[in-house]
Protein backbone atom coordinates (compact mmCIF):
# COMPACT_ATOMS: atom_id res chain seq x y z
CA UNK A 1 0.00 0.00 0.00
CA UNK A 2 1.44 3.55 -1.00
CA UNK A 3 0.35 6.91 0.27
CA UNK A 4 1.16 10.40 -1.10
CA UNK A 5 1.12 13.48 0.75
CA UNK A 6 -1.22 15.91 -0.60
CA UNK A 7 -0.40 19.84 -0.61
CA UNK A 8 -2.81 20.18 2.16
CA UNK A 9 -0.87 17.57 4.46
CA UNK A 10 -3.53 14.84 4.84
CA UNK A 11 -2.42 11.30 3.28
CA UNK A 12 -4.59 9.93 0.86
CA UNK A 13 -4.90 6.10 0.84
CA UNK A 14 -4.47 4.97 -2.90
CA UNK A 15 -4.95 1.48 -2.22
CA UNK A 16 -7.60 0.64 0.03
CA UNK A 17 -6.79 -3.09 -0.82
CA UNK A 18 -5.35 -4.63 2.13
CA UNK A 19 -2.78 -7.24 0.47
CA UNK A 20 -4.59 -10.75 0.39
CA UNK A 21 -3.22 -12.59 4.13
CA UNK A 22 -1.25 -15.75 4.14
CA UNK A 23 -1.72 -18.09 6.75
CA UNK A 24 0.73 -18.39 9.34
CA UNK A 25 3.61 -20.37 9.48
CA UNK A 26 2.77 -23.41 10.78
CA UNK A 27 5.64 -26.62 9.88
CA UNK A 28 3.71 -29.63 9.16
CA UNK A 29 6.97 -31.87 8.47
CA UNK A 30 10.05 -32.59 10.45
CA UNK A 31 12.60 -30.19 8.97
CA UNK A 32 12.24 -26.55 9.08
CA UNK A 33 14.68 -24.26 6.41
CA UNK A 34 14.51 -20.61 6.92
CA UNK A 35 15.90 -18.62 4.14
CA UNK A 36 15.82 -14.67 3.50
CA UNK A 37 12.97 -14.33 1.26
CA UNK A 38 10.69 -14.79 -1.26
CA UNK A 39 12.62 -14.91 -4.10
CA UNK A 40 14.98 -17.94 -2.03
CA UNK A 41 11.90 -19.96 -1.14
CA UNK A 42 11.25 -20.33 -4.93
CA UNK A 43 14.60 -22.34 -5.73
CA UNK A 44 14.50 -23.75 -2.12
CA UNK A 45 10.88 -25.21 -3.29
CA UNK A 46 11.67 -26.00 -6.63
CA UNK A 47 14.92 -28.01 -5.65
CA UNK A 48 12.91 -29.98 -3.37
CA UNK A 49 10.22 -30.94 -5.56
CA UNK A 50 13.43 -32.07 -8.06
CA UNK A 51 14.88 -34.04 -5.13
CA UNK A 52 11.53 -35.53 -4.50
CA UNK A 53 12.05 -34.71 -0.32
CA UNK A 54 8.96 -34.25 1.15
CA UNK A 55 9.47 -34.01 4.51
CA UNK A 56 10.76 -30.55 4.97
CA UNK A 57 9.01 -27.05 4.86
CA UNK A 58 10.42 -23.74 4.17
CA UNK A 59 9.63 -20.36 5.37
CA UNK A 60 11.41 -16.97 6.06
CA UNK A 61 10.99 -13.63 7.60
CA UNK A 62 7.91 -11.48 7.02
CA UNK A 63 8.52 -8.73 8.15
CA UNK A 64 11.90 -6.62 8.93
CA UNK A 65 12.03 -4.35 12.29
CA UNK A 66 12.34 -0.93 12.08
CA UNK A 67 15.86 0.01 11.77
CA UNK A 68 17.09 -3.24 11.78
CA UNK A 69 18.42 -5.12 8.62
CA UNK A 70 16.90 -7.60 6.90
CA UNK A 71 19.39 -10.31 8.67
CA UNK A 72 17.88 -9.45 11.93
CA UNK A 73 14.35 -10.43 10.81
CA UNK A 74 16.12 -14.10 9.78
CA UNK A 75 17.00 -14.59 13.61
CA UNK A 76 13.56 -13.60 14.60
CA UNK A 77 12.41 -16.42 12.04
CA UNK A 78 14.94 -19.08 13.95
CA UNK A 79 13.49 -18.16 17.23
CA UNK A 80 10.05 -18.32 16.48
CA UNK A 81 10.66 -21.85 14.35
CA UNK A 82 12.56 -23.18 17.61
CA UNK A 83 10.14 -22.63 19.59
CA UNK A 84 7.68 -25.05 17.31
CA UNK A 85 6.50 -28.48 17.83
CA UNK A 86 4.63 -31.58 16.63
CA UNK A 87 2.53 -33.73 18.27
CA UNK A 88 4.31 -32.16 21.95
CA UNK A 89 7.59 -33.00 20.24
CA UNK A 90 10.61 -30.16 18.85
CA UNK A 91 11.20 -29.92 15.45
CA UNK A 92 13.55 -32.48 14.11
CA UNK A 93 15.60 -30.08 12.40
CA UNK A 94 16.63 -26.95 11.23
CA UNK A 95 18.54 -25.10 8.49
CA UNK A 96 19.23 -21.97 7.55
CA UNK A 97 20.24 -21.03 3.71
CA UNK A 98 21.18 -17.37 3.60
CA UNK A 99 23.73 -15.20 1.84
CA UNK A 100 27.27 -15.40 2.25
CA UNK A 101 27.43 -11.30 1.49
CA UNK A 102 30.89 -9.71 1.35
CA UNK A 103 31.65 -12.18 4.41
CA UNK A 104 31.33 -15.97 4.33
CA UNK A 105 32.40 -16.17 7.92
CA UNK A 106 30.54 -13.53 9.51
CA UNK A 107 27.47 -14.47 7.75
CA UNK A 108 28.37 -17.88 9.25
CA UNK A 109 28.99 -16.87 12.54
CA UNK A 110 26.05 -14.25 12.64
CA UNK A 111 23.76 -17.81 12.45
CA UNK A 112 25.39 -19.77 14.38
CA UNK A 113 25.36 -17.39 17.21
CA UNK A 114 21.70 -17.17 16.92
CA UNK A 115 20.70 -21.03 17.51
CA UNK A 116 18.50 -21.07 19.89
CA UNK A 117 18.31 -24.19 22.75
CA UNK A 118 17.51 -27.40 22.23
CA UNK A 119 19.14 -26.72 18.63
CA UNK A 120 22.81 -26.64 18.47
CA UNK A 121 24.43 -24.93 15.75
CA UNK A 122 27.13 -27.14 13.10
CA UNK A 123 30.59 -26.17 13.61
CA UNK A 124 31.07 -24.73 9.89
CA UNK A 125 29.15 -24.12 7.02
CA UNK A 126 27.95 -26.42 4.17
CA UNK A 127 27.98 -29.37 7.25
CA UNK A 128 24.76 -30.69 8.45
CA UNK A 129 24.90 -31.31 12.91
CA UNK A 130 23.23 -35.08 13.51
CA UNK A 131 22.68 -34.80 17.27
CA UNK A 132 19.32 -35.05 18.64
CA UNK A 133 18.10 -32.36 16.67
CA UNK A 134 20.04 -31.73 12.93
CA UNK A 135 21.30 -27.69 11.95
CA UNK A 136 22.82 -26.72 9.05
CA UNK A 137 23.98 -23.66 7.27
CA UNK A 138 24.64 -22.94 4.01
CA UNK A 139 25.76 -19.65 2.58
CA UNK A 140 24.53 -18.83 -1.11
CA UNK A 141 25.88 -18.85 -3.47
CA UNK A 142 28.33 -21.83 -2.27
CA UNK A 143 31.65 -23.00 -0.98
CA UNK A 144 34.24 -20.79 -0.98
CA UNK A 145 32.36 -17.83 -2.82
CA UNK A 146 30.91 -14.64 -1.67
CA UNK A 147 27.88 -12.70 -2.79
CA UNK A 148 23.77 -13.63 -3.18
CA UNK A 149 21.42 -16.03 -4.12
CA UNK A 150 21.15 -14.05 -7.86
CA UNK A 151 25.00 -14.79 -7.90
CA UNK A 152 24.62 -18.47 -7.55
CA UNK A 153 21.05 -17.59 -10.02
CA UNK A 154 23.35 -15.93 -12.62
CA UNK A 155 25.58 -18.81 -13.11
CA UNK A 156 22.65 -21.17 -13.64
CA UNK A 157 21.64 -18.79 -16.52
CA UNK A 158 25.28 -18.96 -17.80
CA UNK A 159 24.92 -22.87 -17.91
CA UNK A 160 21.50 -22.76 -20.03
CA UNK A 161 21.78 -19.91 -22.18
CA UNK A 162 25.43 -18.36 -21.99
CA UNK A 163 24.71 -15.33 -24.94
CA UNK A 164 22.30 -13.86 -22.11
CA UNK A 165 24.53 -12.76 -20.37
CA UNK A 166 26.34 -11.04 -22.62
CA UNK A 167 23.77 -8.82 -23.09
CA UNK A 168 22.99 -7.43 -19.64
CA UNK A 169 26.69 -7.35 -19.09
CA UNK A 170 26.54 -4.90 -22.01
CA UNK A 171 23.97 -3.20 -20.37
CA UNK A 172 25.84 -2.69 -17.04
CA UNK A 173 28.30 -0.93 -19.33
CA UNK A 174 26.35 1.00 -21.27
CA UNK A 175 24.52 2.00 -18.04
CA UNK A 176 27.19 4.58 -16.37
CA UNK A 177 24.55 5.82 -13.87
CA UNK A 178 25.24 2.27 -11.98
CA UNK A 179 28.83 2.68 -11.30
CA UNK A 180 28.44 3.18 -7.94
CA UNK A 181 26.38 0.17 -7.25
CA UNK A 182 27.52 -2.69 -5.19
CA UNK A 183 28.68 -6.16 -6.78
CA UNK A 184 25.08 -7.82 -5.21
CA UNK A 185 22.90 -4.85 -6.80
CA UNK A 186 24.53 -5.18 -10.21
CA UNK A 187 24.04 -9.42 -10.06
CA UNK A 188 20.30 -8.54 -8.54
CA UNK A 189 19.63 -6.39 -11.80
CA UNK A 190 21.39 -8.70 -14.40
CA UNK A 191 19.03 -11.65 -12.88
CA UNK A 192 15.79 -9.09 -13.35
CA UNK A 193 16.53 -8.42 -16.66
CA UNK A 194 17.14 -11.72 -17.71
CA UNK A 195 14.04 -12.98 -16.13
CA UNK A 196 11.97 -10.44 -17.80
CA UNK A 197 13.24 -11.06 -20.84
CA UNK A 198 12.34 -14.75 -21.14
CA UNK A 199 9.28 -14.32 -19.75
CA UNK A 200 6.99 -13.60 -22.49
CA UNK A 201 3.33 -13.66 -20.87
CA UNK A 202 4.32 -11.60 -17.78
CA UNK A 203 8.17 -9.87 -17.99
CA UNK A 204 7.41 -8.54 -14.39
CA UNK A 205 7.43 -11.88 -13.33
CA UNK A 206 9.04 -12.06 -9.48
CA UNK A 207 12.05 -14.75 -9.13
CA UNK A 208 10.30 -16.57 -6.38
CA UNK A 209 8.04 -17.46 -9.69
CA UNK A 210 9.90 -18.19 -12.52
CA UNK A 211 10.51 -21.75 -11.09
CA UNK A 212 6.53 -22.84 -12.09
CA UNK A 213 7.36 -21.30 -15.74
CA UNK A 214 8.02 -24.01 -18.25
CA UNK A 215 8.87 -22.46 -21.47
CA UNK A 216 10.17 -19.38 -19.79
CA UNK A 217 12.37 -19.97 -17.08
CA UNK A 218 16.35 -18.90 -18.14
CA UNK A 219 17.32 -22.18 -15.68
CA UNK A 220 17.48 -25.60 -15.29
CA UNK A 221 16.47 -26.97 -12.02
CA UNK A 222 18.46 -29.78 -12.76
CA UNK A 223 21.56 -28.19 -13.47
CA UNK A 224 25.09 -29.25 -11.83
CA UNK A 225 25.08 -25.33 -10.34
CA UNK A 226 22.70 -26.17 -7.85
CA UNK A 227 24.72 -29.33 -6.64
CA UNK A 228 26.16 -28.26 -3.62
CA UNK A 229 22.78 -26.82 -2.35
CA UNK A 230 21.23 -30.39 -3.54
CA UNK A 231 23.48 -32.17 -1.81
CA UNK A 232 22.92 -29.89 1.47
CA UNK A 233 19.23 -30.55 1.28
CA UNK A 234 18.92 -33.61 0.64
CA UNK A 235 22.15 -34.65 4.01
CA UNK A 236 19.49 -32.47 5.85
CA UNK A 237 16.65 -33.91 5.17
CA UNK A 238 17.56 -37.71 5.55
CA UNK A 239 17.05 -39.16 8.66
CA UNK B 1 3.42 -14.04 41.76
CA UNK B 2 3.46 -17.55 40.88
CA UNK B 3 6.42 -18.64 39.09
CA UNK B 4 6.22 -22.63 38.59
CA UNK B 5 3.57 -24.96 38.70
CA UNK B 6 3.72 -28.38 39.21
CA UNK B 7 0.33 -30.28 38.47
CA UNK B 8 -0.12 -34.53 38.98
CA UNK B 9 -2.69 -36.48 38.15
CA UNK B 10 -5.08 -33.62 37.86
CA UNK B 11 -7.58 -33.78 34.70
CA UNK B 12 -5.87 -34.21 31.69
CA UNK B 13 -2.26 -33.87 33.14
CA UNK B 14 -0.08 -37.09 34.04
CA UNK B 15 2.41 -34.67 35.46
CA UNK B 16 3.27 -31.23 34.38
CA UNK B 17 5.76 -28.95 35.27
CA UNK B 18 5.50 -25.23 33.78
CA UNK B 19 8.17 -22.57 35.06
CA UNK B 20 9.33 -19.19 33.76
CA UNK B 21 5.66 -18.08 34.02
CA UNK B 22 5.72 -14.23 34.62
CA UNK B 23 3.39 -11.48 34.98
CA UNK B 24 1.68 -11.97 31.58
CA UNK B 25 1.05 -15.35 31.10
CA UNK B 26 -0.74 -16.39 27.26
CA UNK B 27 -2.44 -19.85 27.00
CA UNK B 28 -2.79 -20.99 23.73
CA UNK B 29 -4.00 -24.45 22.37
CA UNK B 30 -6.27 -26.37 20.39
CA UNK B 31 -9.42 -27.72 21.74
CA UNK B 32 -8.89 -30.07 24.53
CA UNK B 33 -5.30 -29.48 24.91
CA UNK B 34 -5.31 -28.45 28.41
CA UNK B 35 -5.65 -24.88 28.54
CA UNK B 36 -8.71 -24.99 30.85
CA UNK B 37 -7.84 -27.86 32.71
CA UNK B 38 -4.47 -25.81 33.26
CA UNK B 39 -6.33 -22.61 34.36
CA UNK B 40 -8.63 -24.85 36.47
CA UNK B 41 -5.76 -25.95 38.39
CA UNK B 42 -4.82 -22.65 39.57
CA UNK B 43 -7.89 -21.54 40.04
CA UNK B 44 -8.44 -24.84 42.25
CA UNK B 45 -5.19 -24.69 44.42
CA UNK B 46 -6.01 -20.43 45.03
CA UNK B 47 -7.84 -21.22 47.66
CA UNK B 48 -8.61 -23.70 50.86
CA UNK B 49 -11.87 -23.83 49.64
CA UNK B 50 -11.01 -26.24 46.90
CA UNK B 51 -14.10 -28.95 47.16
CA UNK B 52 -16.63 -25.75 46.47
CA UNK B 53 -14.16 -24.26 44.20
CA UNK B 54 -14.20 -28.02 42.46
CA UNK B 55 -18.43 -27.76 42.00
CA UNK B 56 -18.11 -24.22 40.58
CA UNK B 57 -15.85 -25.69 37.82
CA UNK B 58 -18.15 -28.05 36.91
CA UNK B 59 -20.50 -25.14 36.51
CA UNK B 60 -18.34 -22.85 34.48
CA UNK B 61 -17.76 -26.15 32.49
CA UNK B 62 -21.39 -26.71 31.97
CA UNK B 63 -21.13 -29.85 33.56
CA UNK B 64 -23.90 -29.50 36.30
CA UNK B 65 -25.03 -26.35 38.27
CA UNK B 66 -27.30 -28.99 39.96
CA UNK B 67 -25.83 -32.08 42.00
CA UNK B 68 -28.01 -34.88 42.77
CA UNK B 69 -26.63 -36.44 45.74
CA UNK B 70 -25.46 -40.41 45.55
CA UNK B 71 -27.17 -42.66 47.46
CA UNK B 72 -24.28 -45.32 46.34
CA UNK B 73 -20.57 -45.25 47.14
CA UNK B 74 -19.97 -45.88 43.47
CA UNK B 75 -22.02 -42.63 42.24
CA UNK B 76 -20.65 -40.89 44.88
CA UNK B 77 -17.02 -41.43 43.82
CA UNK B 78 -17.66 -40.52 40.29
CA UNK B 79 -19.07 -37.03 41.76
CA UNK B 80 -15.52 -36.69 42.21
CA UNK B 81 -13.77 -38.80 39.72
CA UNK B 82 -13.42 -36.68 36.65
CA UNK B 83 -10.45 -34.59 38.70
CA UNK B 84 -8.25 -37.40 38.47
CA UNK B 85 -6.25 -37.80 35.74
CA UNK B 86 -8.10 -40.64 33.62
CA UNK B 87 -10.50 -40.81 36.01
CA UNK B 88 -8.08 -43.09 38.00
CA UNK B 89 -8.78 -41.87 41.75
CA UNK B 90 -6.63 -44.55 42.88
CA UNK B 91 -3.12 -42.05 42.03
CA UNK B 92 -3.57 -38.84 44.28
CA UNK B 93 -3.82 -35.51 42.93
CA UNK B 94 -1.10 -32.94 43.70
CA UNK B 95 -0.95 -29.43 42.83
CA UNK B 96 1.92 -27.02 43.71
CA UNK B 97 2.13 -23.21 42.80
CA UNK B 98 5.50 -21.42 44.09
CA UNK B 99 6.65 -18.32 43.48
CA UNK B 100 9.87 -17.18 43.55
CA UNK B 101 11.94 -16.94 45.64
CA UNK B 102 9.75 -19.12 46.84
CA UNK B 103 8.24 -17.11 49.23
CA UNK B 104 4.47 -17.69 48.88
CA UNK B 105 3.79 -21.63 48.39
CA UNK B 106 0.24 -23.54 48.08
CA UNK B 107 -0.11 -27.05 47.60
CA UNK B 108 -3.19 -29.32 46.90
CA UNK B 109 -3.33 -32.87 47.51
CA UNK B 110 -7.07 -34.76 46.60
CA UNK B 111 -7.18 -38.38 47.48
CA UNK B 112 -9.44 -40.87 48.23
CA UNK B 113 -8.77 -42.52 51.87
CA UNK B 114 -8.97 -46.15 52.58
CA UNK B 115 -11.62 -44.87 55.05
CA UNK B 116 -15.32 -44.83 55.48
CA UNK B 117 -17.51 -41.51 55.52
CA UNK B 118 -18.88 -41.55 59.41
CA UNK B 119 -22.16 -39.70 58.57
CA UNK B 120 -24.31 -41.03 56.46
CA UNK B 121 -27.43 -39.72 54.56
CA UNK B 122 -29.56 -42.71 54.58
CA UNK B 123 -31.43 -42.20 57.15
CA UNK B 124 -33.56 -39.73 55.27
CA UNK B 125 -33.33 -41.17 51.79
CA UNK B 126 -34.52 -44.11 49.93
CA UNK B 127 -32.01 -46.96 49.65
CA UNK B 128 -31.86 -48.23 46.20
CA UNK B 129 -31.87 -52.10 46.03
CA UNK B 130 -28.59 -53.74 45.50
CA UNK B 131 -26.28 -51.22 46.78
CA UNK B 132 -23.63 -51.20 49.11
CA UNK B 133 -25.26 -48.93 51.19
CA UNK B 134 -23.77 -50.65 54.39
CA UNK B 135 -20.05 -50.21 53.36
CA UNK B 136 -20.59 -46.37 53.55
CA UNK B 137 -19.01 -43.75 51.07
CA UNK B 138 -15.64 -43.25 50.45
CA UNK B 139 -14.32 -40.74 51.95
CA UNK B 140 -12.07 -37.63 49.98
CA UNK B 141 -9.12 -35.57 51.37
CA UNK B 142 -8.66 -31.84 50.62
CA UNK B 143 -4.95 -30.79 52.03
CA UNK B 144 -4.54 -27.06 51.39
CA UNK B 145 -1.64 -25.54 52.60
CA UNK B 146 0.18 -22.07 52.46
CA UNK B 147 3.28 -21.14 52.82
CA UNK B 148 2.98 -19.27 56.51
CA UNK B 149 -0.46 -20.74 57.27
CA UNK B 150 -1.60 -24.40 58.91
CA UNK B 151 -2.11 -27.15 56.73
CA UNK B 152 -6.40 -27.21 56.32
CA UNK B 153 -7.73 -30.68 55.69
CA UNK B 154 -11.30 -30.75 54.31
CA UNK B 155 -13.13 -33.65 54.56
CA UNK B 156 -16.11 -33.34 52.02
CA UNK B 157 -19.24 -35.53 53.68
CA UNK B 158 -22.91 -36.24 52.75
CA UNK B 159 -25.43 -35.43 55.38
CA UNK B 160 -28.77 -35.52 55.43
CA UNK B 161 -29.00 -31.81 54.29
CA UNK B 162 -26.43 -32.23 51.77
CA UNK B 163 -23.01 -32.38 50.55
CA UNK B 164 -21.05 -30.63 53.51
CA UNK B 165 -17.67 -28.73 52.51
CA UNK B 166 -16.35 -29.59 55.52
CA UNK B 167 -14.22 -26.79 56.02
CA UNK B 168 -16.14 -24.98 58.72
CA UNK B 169 -17.41 -28.09 60.22
CA UNK B 170 -14.19 -27.85 61.04
CA UNK B 171 -14.03 -25.14 62.60
CA UNK B 172 -11.31 -23.56 60.44
CA UNK B 173 -11.30 -20.29 58.21
CA UNK B 174 -11.16 -20.53 54.98
CA UNK B 175 -8.02 -19.19 53.58
CA UNK B 176 -7.98 -17.05 50.10
CA UNK B 177 -5.18 -16.14 47.97
CA UNK B 178 -6.76 -13.81 45.73
CA UNK B 179 -8.22 -14.80 42.55
CA UNK B 180 -10.73 -14.84 40.03
CA UNK B 181 -11.79 -16.71 36.70
CA UNK B 182 -13.29 -14.98 34.24
CA UNK B 183 -15.37 -17.16 31.61
CA UNK B 184 -15.87 -16.43 27.81
CA UNK B 185 -19.14 -15.42 28.53
CA UNK B 186 -18.68 -13.85 32.24
CA UNK B 187 -17.04 -11.31 33.84
CA UNK B 188 -20.63 -9.18 33.80
CA UNK B 189 -22.32 -10.10 36.72
CA UNK B 190 -23.67 -6.50 38.02
CA UNK B 191 -24.12 -7.12 41.77
CA UNK B 192 -20.49 -8.27 41.07
CA UNK B 193 -19.18 -5.41 39.04
CA UNK B 194 -20.27 -2.98 41.79
CA UNK B 195 -19.50 -4.29 45.14
CA UNK B 196 -16.32 -4.39 43.03
CA UNK B 197 -16.99 -1.07 41.78
CA UNK B 198 -17.91 0.11 45.52
CA UNK B 199 -14.73 -2.04 47.00
CA UNK B 200 -12.21 0.00 44.49
CA UNK B 201 -14.20 2.94 45.25
CA UNK B 202 -13.40 2.68 48.90
CA UNK B 203 -9.70 1.97 48.44
CA UNK B 204 -9.60 5.38 46.07
CA UNK B 205 -8.42 2.90 43.55
CA UNK B 206 -11.76 3.55 41.16
CA UNK B 207 -9.92 6.57 39.05
CA UNK B 208 -7.76 3.91 37.03
CA UNK B 209 -10.29 2.14 35.95
CA UNK B 210 -13.03 5.05 35.50
CA UNK B 211 -9.46 6.14 33.24
CA UNK B 212 -9.48 2.81 31.53
CA UNK B 213 -12.91 2.89 30.55
CA UNK B 214 -13.89 6.67 29.60
CA UNK B 215 -10.33 6.73 27.42
CA UNK B 216 -11.41 3.36 25.08
CA UNK B 217 -14.77 4.60 24.90
CA UNK B 218 -15.10 8.31 24.58
CA UNK B 219 -18.52 8.53 25.17
CA UNK B 220 -18.37 7.27 28.20
CA UNK B 221 -17.77 10.37 30.70
CA UNK B 222 -17.81 9.14 33.92
CA UNK B 223 -19.04 6.02 35.95
CA UNK B 224 -20.82 5.29 39.10
CA UNK B 225 -23.13 3.34 40.84
CA UNK B 226 -27.19 3.42 40.76
CA UNK B 227 -29.92 1.11 41.47
CA UNK B 228 -32.28 -0.65 38.69
CA UNK B 229 -35.23 -2.41 39.92
CA UNK B 230 -33.31 -2.24 43.47
CA UNK B 231 -29.96 -3.75 42.54
CA UNK B 232 -26.79 -1.91 42.76
CA UNK B 233 -24.79 -1.67 39.65
CA UNK B 234 -22.32 0.75 37.41
CA UNK B 235 -24.10 3.06 35.37
CA UNK B 236 -22.00 5.02 32.74
CA UNK B 237 -22.62 8.45 32.30
CA UNK B 238 -22.77 8.68 28.38
CA UNK B 239 -22.78 11.33 25.74
CA UNK B 240 -25.72 11.80 23.88
CA UNK B 241 -27.07 14.30 21.35
CA UNK B 242 -26.88 18.34 21.75
CA UNK B 243 -24.07 18.17 24.95
CA UNK B 244 -26.88 15.98 26.79
CA UNK B 245 -25.74 12.74 28.30
CA UNK B 246 -27.63 9.87 29.98
CA UNK B 247 -26.64 8.03 32.97
CA UNK B 248 -27.32 4.17 31.88
CA UNK B 249 -26.84 0.60 33.49
CA UNK B 250 -23.73 -0.63 31.15
CA UNK B 251 -25.49 -4.02 30.52
CA UNK B 252 -27.61 -1.92 28.39
CA UNK B 253 -24.28 -0.36 26.34
CA UNK B 254 -22.97 -3.62 24.83
CA UNK B 255 -21.81 -7.12 26.20
CA UNK B 256 -18.44 -6.30 25.11
CA UNK B 257 -18.11 -2.90 27.03
CA UNK B 258 -19.70 -4.47 30.22
CA UNK B 259 -17.28 -7.43 30.24
CA UNK B 260 -13.85 -4.89 29.60
CA UNK B 261 -15.50 -3.36 32.78
CA UNK B 262 -15.81 -6.32 34.85
CA UNK B 263 -12.06 -7.62 33.83
CA UNK B 264 -10.68 -4.15 34.68
CA UNK B 265 -13.23 -4.26 38.19
CA UNK B 266 -11.77 -7.77 38.51
CA UNK B 267 -8.10 -6.65 37.99
CA UNK B 268 -8.10 -3.64 40.77
CA UNK B 269 -10.67 -5.90 43.32
CA UNK B 270 -8.16 -9.09 43.21
CA UNK B 271 -5.16 -6.66 44.17
CA UNK B 272 -1.79 -8.47 44.54
CA UNK B 273 -3.60 -11.74 43.16
CA UNK B 274 -4.21 -13.79 39.90
CA UNK B 275 -6.90 -13.26 37.42
CA UNK B 276 -7.40 -16.02 34.74
CA UNK B 277 -9.33 -15.19 31.64
CA UNK B 278 -10.87 -17.83 29.31
CA UNK B 279 -10.99 -16.71 25.86
CA UNK B 280 -10.35 -13.24 25.93
CA UNK B 281 -11.57 -12.12 22.60
CA UNK B 282 -15.03 -13.01 23.07
CA UNK B 283 -17.39 -10.03 23.38
CA UNK B 284 -15.02 -7.60 21.55
CA UNK B 285 -14.64 -6.09 18.35
CA UNK B 286 -11.28 -6.65 16.70
CA UNK B 287 -10.75 -2.90 16.35
CA UNK B 288 -10.69 -2.59 20.22
CA UNK B 289 -8.49 -5.63 21.01
CA UNK B 290 -4.60 -3.35 21.07
CA UNK B 291 -6.98 -1.06 23.45
CA UNK B 292 -7.96 -3.77 25.21
CA UNK B 293 -4.25 -5.13 25.98
CA UNK B 294 -2.74 -2.02 26.71
CA UNK B 295 -5.66 -1.50 29.08
CA UNK B 296 -5.15 -4.65 31.21
CA UNK B 297 -1.22 -4.86 31.06
CA UNK B 298 -1.47 -1.27 32.78
CA UNK B 299 -4.37 -2.19 35.17
CA UNK B 300 -2.48 -5.93 36.16
CA UNK B 301 0.71 -3.40 36.83
CA UNK B 302 -0.73 -0.98 38.45
CA UNK B 303 -2.43 -3.30 40.89
CA UNK B 304 0.21 -5.76 40.81
CA UNK B 305 -2.08 -8.81 39.32
CA UNK B 306 -0.73 -11.66 37.80
CA UNK B 307 -2.64 -12.88 34.39
CA UNK B 308 -3.35 -16.00 32.84
CA UNK B 309 -5.38 -14.85 29.31
CA UNK B 310 -6.20 -17.88 27.36
CA UNK B 311 -7.19 -16.97 23.21
CA UNK B 312 -7.93 -19.17 20.51
CA UNK B 313 -7.71 -15.77 18.14
CA UNK B 314 -5.04 -15.13 15.61
CA UNK B 315 -6.74 -11.27 15.42
CA UNK B 316 -6.01 -11.08 19.73
CA UNK B 317 -2.55 -12.12 19.52
CA UNK B 318 -1.52 -9.92 16.83
CA UNK B 319 -3.03 -7.09 18.33
CA UNK B 320 -1.20 -7.94 21.02
CA UNK B 321 2.32 -7.22 19.29
CA UNK B 322 2.98 -3.76 20.53
CA UNK B 323 2.28 -4.88 24.74
CA UNK B 324 4.85 -7.69 23.67
CA UNK B 325 7.38 -5.73 22.29
CA UNK B 326 7.22 -3.10 24.96
CA UNK B 327 6.77 -5.80 27.88
CA UNK B 328 8.30 -8.91 26.71
CA UNK B 329 10.59 -9.75 29.25
CA UNK B 330 7.09 -9.91 31.24
CA UNK B 331 5.39 -11.88 29.30
CA UNK B 332 5.10 -15.52 28.93
CA UNK B 333 3.46 -17.62 26.01
CA UNK B 334 1.91 -21.43 27.12
CA UNK B 335 1.31 -23.60 24.65
CA UNK B 336 -0.87 -26.42 25.73
CA UNK B 337 -0.90 -29.53 23.80
CA UNK B 338 -2.39 -32.86 23.51
CA UNK B 339 -0.03 -36.11 23.50
CA UNK B 340 -0.59 -39.58 23.02
CA UNK B 341 1.76 -41.16 25.54
CA UNK B 342 1.93 -38.05 28.57
CA UNK B 343 -1.39 -36.75 28.37
CA UNK B 344 -1.42 -32.70 27.67
CA UNK B 345 1.65 -30.85 28.00
CA UNK B 346 2.15 -27.48 28.49
CA UNK B 347 4.96 -25.66 27.31
CA UNK B 348 6.79 -22.31 28.66
CA UNK B 349 8.13 -19.82 26.18
CA UNK B 350 9.58 -16.41 26.64
CA UNK B 351 8.08 -13.39 26.17
CA UNK B 352 10.69 -12.36 23.01
CA UNK B 353 9.80 -15.50 21.28
CA UNK B 354 6.22 -14.69 21.16
CA UNK B 355 7.17 -11.11 19.80
CA UNK B 356 9.40 -13.48 17.22
CA UNK B 357 6.42 -15.33 16.15
CA UNK B 358 4.16 -12.93 16.18
CA UNK B 359 6.27 -9.72 14.02
CA UNK B 360 7.29 -12.74 11.82
CA UNK B 361 3.90 -14.70 11.20
CA UNK B 362 4.92 -17.81 12.61
CA UNK B 363 1.74 -19.32 14.69
CA UNK B 364 1.89 -19.94 17.64
CA UNK B 365 -1.95 -20.98 18.27
Known amino acids: MSTYKLPWSKKLKCDEKEPKREKAFEPESPYVIICEGFQDRGLICALLGHLKITNCDVTFP?????????????????????????????????????????????????????????????????????????????????????????????????????????????????????????????????????VASFCKDDPGCSLGFIWSKKDDNPMDISSPIFKELSDFLREFSTP | ??????????????????????????????????????????????????????????????????????????????????????????????????????????????????????????????????????????????????????????????????????????????????????????????????KRFAELDRRGDIGKIKEAMTKEFSFIKDLSISYQGGIPMVFADVQGGEGRSRKMPFGLISDGVNRLLGICLGIGYYKSGMVLIDQIEDGFHHKILPALWESIFNLANEFNVQLFISTHSRECLEALLPMAQQHAKDICLLRAARTEKAGCTVDSLSGEYLQAALEQEIEVR
Open chain 1, 62 to 194: KKRRDGANGKDAIFQVLTAVAGQKLAGESLGGIAVIRDADENADAAFKEVADNFPAPYVAPKAPFTIAKGKYRTGIFLVPGKGKTGTLDHLLIDAVVAKNPPVIECVNKLETCANWMVDWSANKIAKMKMHCV
Open chain 2, 1 to 194: MIEKVEVHSFRCFRKLEVSNLKRFNILVGKNASGKSAFLESLFLSSSSAAPSTFFQLKAIRKIGNVITLPTDPSSYKGLWEDMFYEFNSEKRIWIKVSSNPNSDTRTLAIEFTTSIMEELPFNKQAIPSGTQASSGMPQVEFRWKRTGYPEVLIQPKVTSTGLQMGTKAEGKETIFFPAIWFTPTGADNPDENA
